[in-house]
């Protein structure tokens, strides 16, 4: 007798990147407005270190995701919408704009639920784990080292005016 397959309802486990993705992208409400946003953008209002945080949790949620049946190409594309909000989150006041914006981790929930539900979540993933933990890695080292160089620049700048 088979197991009946999981949705991604009854994965617990999906659940929580279900719940971590609101927090990040969803979870408070502008009064009188349908408009949503959530602790990504506010983070992102910390110059050069505030989008470190979301990235480490984007890239901990694709991760679990690959763990859980998204398939290379589905997490290609996730890691694709990580990346254009860390690029894009990284430029400063439009960045802050296009945080509130651009939901990546709401829209990679919603990429996984049709995948689910297409029934293609055959696969781990596990395979891409390096590949993507390694751009991650260089990524939050690439907005680390933009932020000393810039705060360097600042820095001299300054002391030139006095």
Sequence with gaps: MSTPKPTFDTDARLRWVESISRLLDSQFRVPGTTWRFGLDPIMSLIPVVGGIPSLAVSGI??????????????????????????????????????????????????????????????????????????????LAGGVVWGGIELFTWLYHQAQHLL
């Design 61 to 138: 949620l694709i991760l679990t995701m690959m763990r859980h049946g998204a398939s290379g190409n589905l997490v290609v594309r996730m890691a694709l919408n990580v990346l254009l909000d860390t690029i894009f989150g990284a430029i400063p006041i439009i960045g802050n704009i296009f945080d509130f914006a651009y939901k990546a981790n709401d829209k990679n929930v919603r990429l996984l639920r049709a995948h689910y539900a297409e029934g293609k979540y055959q696969g781990s993933g596990k395979g891409l784990f390096a590949v993507v933990a390694i751009v991650f890695l260089l």
